[in-house]
C-alpha cells in the first residue's frame, strides 16, 4: 500500500516562497507524481506531475514559471518549490501517484491512480 505523507507548508506573504515535500512509504521509482490542491470552497485540482522518467514534467497554466516539481528516488520524495506566491495559491496541498499513462508530448496525466488521499499540508498566502 503507497502511502503519502505531505509537509512543508505554512503561512507566507504574497511573494514569498515554499517548499513542499512528499515523501512515500515505498519507492517511487516506477510511478508518476503529482501534486494537486483543494481551495476553500472549490474542487480539488492538479497543480503538478513528474513521471517516473524525469523529463516527463507539466504544470497547471495557473502555476507555470513560478513552481518547480523535483523527485529524489533514493529518498522516497517528490518535492514542489514555489516561488511567487499568490493569495489564490492558498489551499490544501496534497501529492498522489498519477495514472501510469503520459500524453502524445510525453507529458504525465494530473489524474490520480486512486481515491486515497493523506492528510495534505496547509499553505497560506495572506498579507
Known amino acids: 500500500q503507497l502511502r503519502f505523507v505531505e509537509s512543508g507548508g505554512g503561512l507566507v506573504q504574497p511573494g514569498g516562497s515554499l517548499r513542499l515535500s512528499c515523501t512515500a512509504s515505498?519507492?517511487?521509482?516506477?510511478?508518476?507524481i503529482g501534486w494537486f490542491r483543494q481551495a476553500p470552497g472549490k474542487e480539488r485540482e492538479g497543480v503538478s506531475c513528474?513521471?517516473?522518467?524525469?523529463?516527463?514534467?507539466d504544470y497547471a497554466d495557473s502555476v507555470k514559471g513560478r513552481f518547480t516539481i523535483s523527485r529524489d528516488n533514493a529518498k522516497n520524495t517528490v518535492y514542489l518549490q514555489m516561488n511567487s506566491l499568490k493569495p489564490e495559491d492558498t489551499g490544501l496541498y496534497f501529492c498522489?501517484?498519477?495514472?501510469?499513462?503520459?500524453?502524445?508530448?510525453?507529458?504525465?496525466?494530473?489524474?490520480?491512480?486512486?481515491?486515497?488521499w493523506g492528510q495534505g499540508t496547509q499553505v497560506t498566502v495572506s498579507s
Open positions: 498522489a501517484a498519477v495514472q501510469p499513462r503520459i500524453t502524445s508530448q510525453g507529458l504525465c496525466v494530473m489524474t490520480p491512480r486512486s481515491d486515497s
Open positions: 513528474i513521471t517516473a522518467v524525469r523529463a516527463g514534467i
Open positions: 515505498e519507492s517511487i521509482m516506477y510511478f508518476g
